[in-house]
């Protein structure tokens, strides 16, 4: 059973701060990891993904993905108010036409 | 931009009902994914088609069904509506699993009174 772990939360962080976000799979046969921020109320929103060991940067955002530990991360940096949402991680095995498997979601507070 | 469309926001179905969800999407992508949303259990893969005409069960499909008759539309469909299927539906389609995630659609919720 493939299954992503999450922190449901919540976590407040103060405005400005880094918000750090965290997610183990269990699967290790999982080959990419993306990262959606979900509103209350709307559907889900792709902010990055991942598939290589490592740091990637877009913006304020960075996903870190360390395969040998089966954890994945996600960094926001001068966290705004905007940015209060549930993040879902979520990660795809590959090999079939199979969906991506979901965390629960960690749910985010910027604190003005 | 992507867009996945979902004809209704909001529906309210009496139980025993046949319900019809209707997902469209205008990029040409070949594969399409129904999920339910429920507090404390997260999204739960329901059907998933890569082709027209083919579909494939997910985590949850029992009472569902699917049909994809065109390449642009994936439908869900309740046989008989109880109300342990009330839940936030969303459909999702992309072009490539493996690098471009998913763009959801904005969601039906609903309620099996």
């Known amino acids: 059973q493939k299954e992503v772990e999450q922190n449901s939360g919540p976590l407040s962080v103060p405005e400005g701060a880094i918000a750090s976000l965290n997610c183990t799979y269990s699967?290790?046969?999982?080959?990419?990891f993306f990262w959606y921020r979900q509103y209350s109320g709307k559907s889900p929103e792709l902010i990055m993904f991942?598939?290589?060991?490592g740091d990637k940067e877009d913006g304020r955002f960075t996903a870190q993905l360390n395969k040998a530990s089966q954890y994945v991360s996600l960094l926001i940096r001068d966290s705004q108010p905007s940015d209060s949402a549930t993040y879902l991680c979520?990660?795809?095995?590959?090999?079939?036409?199979?969906?991506?498997?979901f965390g629960k979601g960690t749910h985010l507070i910027i604190q003005p | 931009d992507v867009k996945v469309t979902q004809s209704s926001r909001y529906l309210v179905k009496r139980t025993g009902e046949k319900v019809f969800l209707e997902c469209v999407q205008d990029?040409?992508?070949?594969?399409m994914f129904w999920y339910r949303q429920d507090p404390g259990l997260g999204l739960r893969l329901i059907y998933f088609s890569y082709d027209v005409k083919m579909k494939e069960k997910g985590d949850i499909p029992e009472g569902y069904s699917v049909s994809r008759e065109k390449k642009e539309r994936f439908s869900l469909i309740l046989e008989s509506a109880s109300t342990n299927q009330t839940s936030m539906y969303l459909c999702?389609?992309?072009?490539?699993?493996?690098?471009?995630?998913?763009?959801f659609g904005s969601g039906t919720r609903l309620t099996v009174v």
């Open positions: 699967d290790r046969g999982s080959q990419s």
């Open positions: 999702a389609s992309t072009w490539d699993r493996w690098n471009y995630g998913y763009t």
């Open positions: 990029m040409d992508h070949e594969n």
């Open positions: 991942i598939y290589s060991n």
């Open positions: 979520a990660s795809y095995s590959g090999g079939g036409a199979d969906g991506l498997t």
